[in-house]
């Protein structure tokens, strides 16, 4: 899209200047471009762009200045905006911008700029500090700026380029180019920023990246980009995006991969996306949200094959529009069933999910199978799913600050070797198969630190034939809201074995107690070493007895597997609750547990 070539100004004229966007390509907003008058002694006057409401987003923009009548004659230049970034009154930031000087430009006299502006919606200009005056060698070259503090009322400030000739001086094309470091500043052809990879505007193709230790650019190994927009996909939601967004994952798999697809920020209506190996797929947080369209009846997101990997999902919203499907639908499925992978010779898919939001799905939020691993999640937070937040199949995983809120289930584990940390499920609903319990775990070797299971309508903890688990630091507050009787524990260990749990169990004072016992070890669970901290339960901190070969220890007290042994002589009162080690003869030795005036052998075993 040409921009206006360079006007001449007469001492007081008006100029009034168009920007026409076609449909098919990047929507113009309100402050997208700005119309820069500029005379001898500097910049004389700038206005930001102005879309006309009842024009469409793809159609004419309006800008408008005027010289001032003291002013000499002037030059009028439309620019891209620069990028507002937030700055506050006394703040000082170092900003960089990137020239690129096409051939024949060499000797050009360029300074770098900052502008202040002041807050929406006026977003006045409050001032201007340039750097100092640059002679262009050739080809790409850095310009830097030190600000000033920032005046009082500042909101936001802009990088931008000026050219110093023999007119005045007169801004320059900018178009921001999203490399490696700095804002990229085009003089000549600008850079293209909305689809495929920043390459050079020289005609070469290369990719470039900003070398800090050679002071200069150079072929880049960087990422290149996709803006969905670029392809059709509407923000506003009125349109489905599968094809745009898919056709995108496309491009970016074909360019060599490593690539990122953007969804700028807006509402998205999708049926299933697609993903392929080394593509991220990135929005901007909460701007961003992917809608599920009713009826579709699938998972939103999937791989494209058993065989895809690296993929990255990040910065998203997802909705799975569960009043609308028919059948169970998930927010993100990675299935990698009889893969075979070629990157790094790990033989792991190695998938990263990062910052992502999932609600609303008729099935799990999220869920990975048996095939998948090395998968690392982060801060990924899944509510108002009717199935399971988190369905974990997957193996030598990693979760990390992840929740489930209000779904069927909160995590359900059934892979070996995962790990969690910091996560927390809270106020499980329950499912056909599930009362709602917070974190059930039913295979070997899961690792928890710092995890919690909250106001669930089921339990806390439950370990199911789980062996070999380490939960450490953990915490079961409140749950067991829908249970009664001795359903309602806050952990239950049942046919589990060589398990440790280390945490603490209660009830928050001022409510109704929802846990009945703090800690139950049915089905024939043994050699297992539990230590709670237990408060405010309905019923006990224990249900049952701790078995003949686990170690329970509850408020300091330990409630130890105890066989009662009659070739024992009885002990005296004052012995009670001590533990001994004693010589039974013929070189037996046994721990020994004194209570009710009575010996018990410890595990009924001798050593």
Not at 43 to 55: A, C, I, N, Q, T
Request: charged share 15%.
């Amino acid at each position: 899209m040409p921009l206006m070539s360079p006007q001449q100004l007469a001492t007081g004229q008006s100029l009034l200047a168009h920007v026409d966007v076609a449909a098919g390509t990047n929507v113009i907003e309100n402050g997208d471009y700005e119309l820069d008058v500029l005379g001898s002694r500097g910049l004389l006057g700038s206005e930001r762009l102005e879309r006309d409401p009842g024009v469409a987003r793809h159609g004419r923009a309006s800008l408008k200045a005027a010289l001032p009548n003291a002013a000499g004659a002037g030059v009028a230049w439309v620019t891209r905006a620069g990028p507002r970034i937030a700055c506050r009154p006394g703040q000082s930031s170092a900003f960089s911008v990137d020239v690129y000087v096409p051939p024949g430009a060499a000797g050009q006299q360029v300074r770098a700029a900052l502008r202040w502006y002041g807050a929406a919606p006026g977003e006045v200009e409050l001032g201007v500090v340039e750097g100092p005056v640059h002679v262009l060698a050739g080809g790409w070259e850095r310009l830097s700026v030190q600000a000033r503090p920032a005046p009082a009322g500042t909101a936001s400030i802009t990088p931008s380029c000026a050219v110093v000739g023999p007119q005045g001086r007169f801004a320059v094309n900018l178009d921001v180019a999203h490399l490696a470091v700095g804002t990229a500043v085009v003089l000549g052809p600008p850079i293209p920023t909305n689809r495929g990879p920043v390459t050079s505007p020289d005609g070469t193709g290369q990719v470039l990246r900003w070398d800090a230790g050679l002071a200069q650019w150079q072929a880049a190994t960087i990422a290149p980009w996709f803006d969905v927009t670029a392809y059709g996909a509407d923000p506003t939601g009125a349109v489905d995006s599968t094809p745009a967004l898919n056709a995108a994952i496309a491009d970016a798999a074909a360019s060599g991969g490593w690539a990122v697809v953007l969804c700028p920020a807006g509402d998205y209506a999708i049926t299933q996306l697609r993903l392929k190996s080394r593509v991220a797929l990135c929005g901007q947080g909460h701007k961003t949200t992917l809608v599920q369209v009713g009826g579709t009846d699938g998972d939103m997101i999937v791989l494209d094959g058993s065989s895809v990997e690296k993929v990255a999902i990040r910065d998203l919203r997802l909705v799975g529009n569960k009043a609308h499907q028919r059948s169970p639908n998930r927010g993100i499925f990675l299935g990698n069933v009889g893969a075979e992978f070629v990157d790094f010779d790990t033989g792991d898919s190695l998938h990263t999910i990062q910052n992502v939001f999932i609600k609303d799905c008729k099935g799990a939020g999220f869920a990975a199978d048996g095939s998948v691993r090395d998968l690392h999640a982060l801060r990924v937070h899944v509510s108002g799913c009717e199935g399971p937040g988190f369905d974990v199949v997957c193996t030598d995983s990693s979760f990390v600050a992840c929740t489930a809120g209000g779904c069927g289930q909160g995590f359900l584990i059934r892979s070996y070797n995962t790990h969690y940390v910091a996560c927390k499920a809270f106020g499980s609903v329950g499912t056909p198969a599930s009362p709602g319990d917070g974190f059930v775990i039913t295979a070997a070797g899961a690792k928890f630190s710092a995890c919690e299971a909250q106001d669930n309508w089921g339990r806390g903890f439950v370990l199911s034939d789980a062996s070999d688990c380490v939960l450490t630091s953990v915490a079961a507050d409140s749950n067991g809201v829908k249970l009664t009787g001795d359903d309602s524990v806050a952990f239950r260990l049942a046919d589990s074995h060589h398990c440790v749990v280390i945490g603490a169990a209660w009830n928050r004072r001022g409510q109704a107690a929802t846990q009945e016992y703090a800690l139950d070890l049915a089905g024939g669970s043994h050699d297992n070493v539990v230590m709670l901290t237990s408060r405010d339960h309905g019923t006990a901190h224990l249900r049952g007895a701790a078995g003949e070969t686990n170690w329970v220890v509850i408020n300091g007290r330990p409630r130890l597997p105890l066989v009662a042994s009659g070739n024992l002589p009885r002990a005296g009162a004052d012995q009670d609750g001590t533990v001994l080690i004693e010589n039974g003869g013929r070189g037996n030795r046994s721990l020994v547990y004194y209570a009710g005036g009575q010996r018990f052998r410890v595990g009924g075993t001798t050593f």
